[in-house]
């Protein structure tokens, strides 16, 4: 066997197993969902004719969209900013400033809902919020002498952000708290001797040190609670009326609960787009290109 | 500039005792350098100093005022770390900056202190760079700058040149040493290498296991050592430790018995410690044989199996004056007496072959 042929077989060995799988299930996923965008296919699975009436229903045909694009944005802003980011982050800072064991016990209590079924977790939730006085909330909120809640019904998008971000926090608060374990301890008694107090020492040697930490978790946070849904699904599936259907429960609704197949793959085309111009977008302001440089290991 | 003093000072860390009850009192402006191997406490009693150990029982006092309970933060100490700990993210101006930036000085006014500093560490071409773009040296004077910019009223440092190659390790000696005079600060050197401490500091601690075994000038260190440990740390080639015992007024070592130079009583197990370089070849009543000989340069350094046991002897000149196998006598001026219980130096001179 000569080197080329030899070269060309390494390749091929080691990059054949994954480029099949990322060709069978991203690449070629996205390919039938653009073809079954322009055609009529419904539960019968029957092509009749080809069209654009479902791009055409989307810009401008179908009244809820504006709602659902507005619950999408508040969903995925509010969790990512308020739990997946800013209470992970808030989480890894204070775990980690306590003793040892006291940390590692709280970041356990909060890595609990990760380990739990979703649906499990999703009727705990069902059961938090319940709006009769059996609800865990009621039950408080009667020992303080109020009338009881219905959130569901009264604010299903704060129930909504509150499941998701109590489960989403874990995934930063563990890659924080990893990222903040392996700053230099020489550099925060540095601080201190400097003069610094605790919260500067957060904003001047913390936050910075992690810096690309934040960003990985933000685009990645971005982009899986864009395409996600499954708790709004089994809590409030949507409702009440379209009150909390994210874009990707759409796509679920039009296409598997109204069987109109090619009217949800082109919904579906819209995320995949939306999802890559957010990638672009953050990945840019995130400068994560320069995160990616220089390779540690030599390869020849 | 402050005064330095612990009083009874202890820290433990849960049952471990890092270090025993310590007395120490610094003078304003003096140098001084704690030396001792790793785990002796050094470093501890630079950290309770700091603040950033609090100490477990006892009292600092900076200027004669209690400091235990002030943070770190408010102490107006300078620390430069082994590592030097610049902050990666920030310019070397920035960093040297820091400080001055926490106490909220003035744009301007810092800008000024700033490139003052940078100037007297002759940093001040790099200010733009980021500490990865400097090589070990100049992130030392850097560190430097830092710690002195806000013009501490102490300065710690921790082992400063242990990161250093041995050229840079020799410039940078002298100019910490010019700069603690230039500027008289209240300085406090953690080293475990003797040369560090005997050549930048006014006054040397030896430390052990927790405790101070000694506080003196270099000379005192080395001439009249507290203990075994002081005479045993310092010196190289280290000081030749011969056991023996001691009855009716002499000295047994090995085959031979010496006349005590001192009245006294002795007690029964002694150590005589003999400096290498205080013992002649070729003159005096021992015989011994050469093992092996060393070459260090300008002198050498000879194994020397003797009646009175194995003995190092650093002799001068470049070219080697024995072989290996070769039959010597040999002598000293002087040693050491120590007693062989409680390892402390007894006060008389001890015992030299006649």
Same mark, same amino acid.
């Given at each position: 066997?000569?080197?080329?042929?030899?070269?060309?077989?390494?390749?091929?060995?080691?990059?054949?197993?994954?480029?099949?799988?990322?060709?069978?299930?991203?690449?070629?996923?996205?390919?039938?969902?653009? !073809?079954?965008?322009?055609?009529?296919?419904?539960?019968?699975?029957?092509?009749?004719?080809?069209?654009?009436?479902? #791009?055409?229903?989307?810009?401008?045909?179908?009244?809820?969209?504006?709602?659902?694009?507005?619950?999408?944005? +508040?969903?995925?802003?509010?969790?990512? %900013?308020? /739990?997946?980011?800013?209470?992970?982050?808030?989480? !890894?800072?204070?775990? %980690?400033?306590?003793?040892?064991?006291?940390?590692?016990? /709280?970041?356990? +209590?909060?890595?609990?809902?990760?380990?739990?079924?979703?649906?499990?977790?999703?009727?705990?939730?069902?059961?938090?919020? !319940?709006? %009769?006085?059996?609800?865990?909330?009621?039950?408080?909120? !009667?020992?303080? $002498?109020?009338?009881?809640?219905?959130?569901?019904?009264?604010?299903?998008?704060?129930?909504?952000?509150?499941?998701?971000?109590?489960? $989403?926090?874990? /995934?930063?608060?563990?890659?924080?708290?990893?990222?903040?374990?392996?700053?230099?301890?020489?550099? /925060?008694?540095?601080?201190?001797?400097?003069?610094?107090?605790?919260?500067?020492?957060?904003?001047?040697?913390?936050?910075?040190?992690?810096?690309?930490?934040?960003?990985? #978790?933000?685009?990645?946070?971005?982009?899986?609670?864009?395409?996600?849904?499954?708790?709004?699904?089994?809590?409030?599936?949507?409702?009440?009326?379209?009150?909390?259907?994210?874009?990707?429960?759409?796509?679920?609704?039009?296409?598997?609960?109204?069987?109109?197949?090619?009217? $949800?793959?082109?919904?579906?085309? +819209?995320?995949?787009?939306? $999802?890559?111009?957010?990638?672009?977008?953050?990945?840019?302001?995130?400068?994560?290109?320069?995160?990616?440089?220089?390779?540690?290991?030599?390869?020849? | 500039?402050?005064?330095?003093?612990?009083?009874?000072?202890?820290?433990?860390?849960?049952?471990?005792?890092?270090?025993?009850?310590?007395?120490?009192?610094?003078?304003?402006?003096?140098?001084?350098?704690? &030396?001792?191997?790793?785990?002796?406490?050094?470093?501890?009693?630079?950290?309770?100093?700091?603040?950033?150990?609090?100490?477990?029982?006892?009292?600092?006092?900076?200027?004669?005022?209690?400091?235990?309970?002030?943070?770190?933060?408010?102490?107006?100490?300078?620390?430069?770390?082994?590592?030097?700990?610049?902050?990666?993210?920030?310019?070397?101006?920035?960093?040297?900056?820091?400080?001055?930036?926490?106490?909220?000085?003035?744009?301007?006014?810092?800008?000024?202190?700033?490139?003052?500093?940078?100037?007297?560490?002759?940093?001040?071409?790099? &200010?733009?760079?980021?500490?990865?773009?400097?090589?070990?040296?100049?992130?030392?004077?850097?560190?430097?700058?830092?710690?002195?910019?806000?013009?501490?009223?102490?300065?710690?440092?921790?082992?400063? &040149?242990?990161?250093?190659?041995?050229?840079?390790?020799?410039?940078?000696?002298?100019?910490?040493?010019?700069?603690?005079?230039?500027?008289?600060?209240?300085?406090?050197?953690?080293?475990?290498?003797?040369?560090?401490?005997?050549?930048?500091?006014?006054?040397?601690?030896?430390?052990?296991? =927790?405790?101070?075994?000694?506080?003196?000038?270099?000379?005192?260190?080395?001439?009249?050592?507290?203990?075994?440990?002081?005479?045993?740390?310092?010196?190289?080639?280290?000081?030749?430790?011969?056991?023996?015992?001691?009855?009716?007024?002499?000295?047994?070592?090995?085959?031979?018995?010496?006349?005590?130079?001192?009245?006294?009583?002795?007690?029964?197990?002694?150590?005589?410690?003999?400096?290498?370089?205080?013992?002649?070849?070729?003159? =005096?009543?021992?015989?011994?044989?050469?093992?092996?000989?060393?070459?260090?340069?300008?002198?050498?350094?000879?194994?020397?199996?003797?009646?009175?046991?194995?003995?190092?002897?650093?002799?001068?000149?470049?070219?080697?004056?024995?072989?290996?196998?070769?039959?010597?006598?040999? =002598?000293?001026?002087?040693?050491? &007496?120590?007693?062989?219980?409680?390892?402390?130096?007894?006060?008389?001179?001890?015992?030299?072959?006649?």
């Amino acid at each position: 066997m000569t080197a080329a042929t030899r070269s060309r077989l390494d390749r091929l060995v080691f990059l054949g197993p994954a480029t099949a799988l990322l060709m069978l299930f991203y690449v070629l996923p996205v390919i039938v969902d653009v !073809a079954i965008a322009f055609t009529d296919m419904g539960r019968n699975l029957e092509v009749t004719r080809v069209t654009t009436e479902n #791009v055409a229903r989307i810009f401008g045909g179908d009244r809820r969209l504006a709602q659902v694009l507005t619950n999408t944005l +508040v969903y995925v802003v509010c969790t990512l %900013t308020l /739990f997946n980011v800013g209470y992970a982050l808030l989480l !890894a800072l204070t775990t %980690t400033a306590l003793p040892d064991r006291a940390g590692a016990f /709280f970041r356990s +209590v909060w890595l609990l809902p990760r380990m739990s079924p979703s649906v499990v977790y999703a009727l705990l939730w069902t059961w938090v919020v !319940a709006p %009769t006085e059996y609800g865990l909330l009621n039950q408080i909120v !009667a020992g303080i $002498g109020m009338p009881p809640l219905d959130l569901k019904s009264d604010a299903p998008m704060l129930v909504v952000v509150l499941a998701n971000g109590f489960i $989403g926090a874990s /995934f930063g608060m563990i890659i924080f708290t990893s990222a903040i374990r392996s700053i230099p301890q020489h550099l /925060f008694y540095a601080a201190r001797a400097d003069g610094a107090n605790g919260l500067q020492i957060v904003r001047h040697v913390t936050l910075p040190q992690i810096r690309w930490h934040l960003s990985f #978790v933000t685009l990645y946070q971005a982009l899986s609670l864009l395409v996600s849904f499954e708790y709004i699904w089994l809590i409030t599936d949507g409702g009440p009326f379209y009150d909390t259907t994210v874009w990707a429960l759409y796509v679920y609704q039009r296409a598997f609960t109204s069987g109109q197949y090619a009217y $949800g793959a082109a919904l579906a085309l +819209v995320l995949v787009a939306a $999802g890559i111009v957010a990638a672009l977008v953050l990945w840019r302001f995130f400068d994560m290109r320069a995160l990616l440089q220089r390779p540690r290991i030599e390869v020849s | 500039m402050a005064t330095v003093e612990l009083d009874k000072v202890e820290k433990r860390f849960g049952e471990v005792v890092a270090l025993e009850p310590v007395d120490l009192a610094i003078r304003s402006g003096e140098f001084l350098a704690i &030396l001792g191997p790793s785990g002796c406490g050094k470093s501890t009693t630079l950290f309770l100093l700091a603040g950033i150990y609090a100490p477990s029982a006892g009292e600092i006092r900076f200027d004669g005022v209690r400091i235990n309970e002030i943070e770190a933060k408010d102490r107006n100490v300078g620390i430069v770390f082994q590592s030097y700990a610049l902050y990666p993210h920030m310019t070397v101006a920035q960093n040297i900056g820091f400080p001055l930036r926490l106490k909220r000085v003035p744009i301007d006014e810092s800008k000024r202190r700033v490139e003052a500093i940078a100037r007297l560490v002759r940093v001040e071409e790099l &200010l733009d760079r980021k500490p990865a773009q400097l090589s070990g040296g100049q992130q030392q004077r850097v560190a430097l700058a830092r710690a002195l910019v806000k013009e501490p009223q102490l300065l710690l440092l921790d082992e400063p &040149l242990s990161n250093l190659d041995a050229g840079l390790r020799l410039a940078m000696r002298g100019e910490i040493r010019r700069l603690q005079r230039e500027l008289g600060v209240t300085t406090v050197l953690v080293t475990h290498d003797q040369i560090e401490a005997v050549t930048m500091a006014d006054r040397i601690v030896c430390m052990s296991k =927790g405790r101070i075994e000694q506080i003196g000038t270099a000379d005192d260190l080395y001439a009249r050592p507290a203990s075994l440990f002081v005479a045993s740390f310092l010196g190289s080639p280290p000081i030749n430790l011969v056991e023996g015992t001691a009855e009716d007024g002499a000295v047994r070592l090995g085959e031979r018995s010496f006349a005590a130079n001192g009245s006294g009583p002795l007690p029964q197990r002694v150590v005589v410690g003999i400096r290498p370089e205080a013992i002649r070849l070729g003159e =005096g009543p021992i015989r011994g044989r050469i093992l092996d000989g060393e070459p260090h340069g300008r002198e050498w350094i000879w194994l020397v199996e003797s009646e009175v046991g194995a003995l190092r002897v650093v002799e001068p000149g470049a070219a080697p004056r024995h072989r290996a196998g070769e039959q010597v006598v040999l =002598g000293w001026s002087e040693s050491l &007496l120590f007693d062989a219980a409680d390892e402390r130096r007894l006060q008389m001179p001890g015992p030299v072959p006649s």
